[in-house]
């Protein structure tokens, strides 16, 4: 079977699928449209979030057998009209969840402690203890939204401390012994940490606005390593300005554009941008939780194992 890979990846998935006998080939640079246009020829292609694969793609791609995105999220793949046209699909939430509960939690510890405030303010001159007094994280409760790999992950990095955790999910009877499942409401009632681990829905689209945060009976820490747009920033911004959110780490941003690779341009130029780069109890990081040397490798190793089971 001929493979078409539209991102480059850890060199391993094209090693390994060459030594199944799948015939490789490379195509990093041309346009969606060039590349639908010789689609037909190929019985898979291999993806990151290079651009959207949509119904008039999948319609071009008469002989596609299977879809492999090396990553967790299915958003930019079309996937109940993959299925109908019996192309399998084939993602990695297995290979970069470590990775994302391990960057979660030193977020979380990196805001509770204001590590970048006081790096900042030390490499200035300044040597502010009693500003830089932290906290701790044992005695809180934490709350997590969407408990699937990457939730999971973090909850068990959790085990260490002495912290409630709490998940909440549409998926009924998901808890183990890290997380104890409750309903979205007396999540509210008892976080003091909330932490998204939830995919890219019609449901999570714009889900952390104002209505929500408010919805909490205390001031809170957000965590979002999950997908940017399902926090509306103005909303956040109010909140960190008014105190009802505490302090915000943020791997995602709503202005991502779909690819991850960059943010819009536009977006350099919104208030709300602005001003939360200037906030030292907001941490920012290029959407890269998942993005270690170790899952880089995961990743590819993931896919090729589940194409390996499928097809051999």
């Known amino acids: ?15 390994q699928l060459n030594d199944l006998s799948f015939t490789n080939h490379e195509d990093y640079t041309s346009s969606k449209d060039d590349i639908e246009a010789k689609i037909l020829e190929y019985d ?30 299915l958003e930019n793949i079309d996937g109940d009209y993959a299925k109908q046209k019996g192309i399998l699909l084939f993602n990695a939430p297995e290979g970069n969840r470590n990775a ?16 970048n405030k006081a790096d900042k303010e030390v490499r200035q001159g300044k040597w502010l203890r009693e500003a830089n007094r932290g906290l701790e994280l ?13 939730g999971k992950a973090f909850a068990k990095k959790l085990r260490g401390f002495d912290v409630d955790v709490l998940c909440y999910d549409i998926k009924p009877n998901v808890a183990d012994e890290n997380a104890t499942q409750v309903s979205l409401q007396e999540l509210q009632n008892k976080a003091d940490v909330l932490s998204l681990h939830t995919p890219q829905t019609d ?44 302090g915000a780490g943020l791997d995602v941003l ?34 890269v939780a998942g993005w270690t040397i170790e899952s880089n490798i995961k990743l ?8 390996k089971a499928e097809f051999y």
């Open 44 to 73: 898979g292609i291999i993806i990151r979030s290079r651009f959207t694969i949509d119904k008039q793609f999948l319609d071009a791609a008469k002989n596609l057998k299977f879809i492999g995105r090396v990553g967790a999220g």
């Open 203 to 246: 449901l999570t689209l714009n889900m952390v606005n104002s209505e929500f945060i408010n919805n909490f009976k205390n001031p809170f820490w957000l965590i979002n390593t999950a997908r940017g747009k399902s926090v509306v920033t103005e909303d956040l911004v109010n909140a960190l300005e008014s105190g009802k959110i505490l």
């Open 300 to 307: 590819a190793q993931t896919i090729v194992d589940k194409i």
């Open 138 to 150: 044992d005695g809180k409760t934490v709350g997590l939204i969407g408990y699937g790999n990457m």
């Open 1 to 15: 079977m001929k493979v078409l890979h539209l991102d480059k990846n850890h060199e391993l998935l094209i090693n």
């Open 100 to 115: 994302v509960g391990e960057h979660t939690l030193g977020m979380l510890l990196s805001l509770f402690n204001k590590l």
């Open 254 to 287: 709503e202005y991502e554009k779909s690819s991850f690779e960059n943010v819009m341009a536009s977006a350099v130029e919104t208030s709300q941008l602005k001003k939360l780069v200037k906030m030292n109890n907001v941490l920012l990081t290029p959407h």
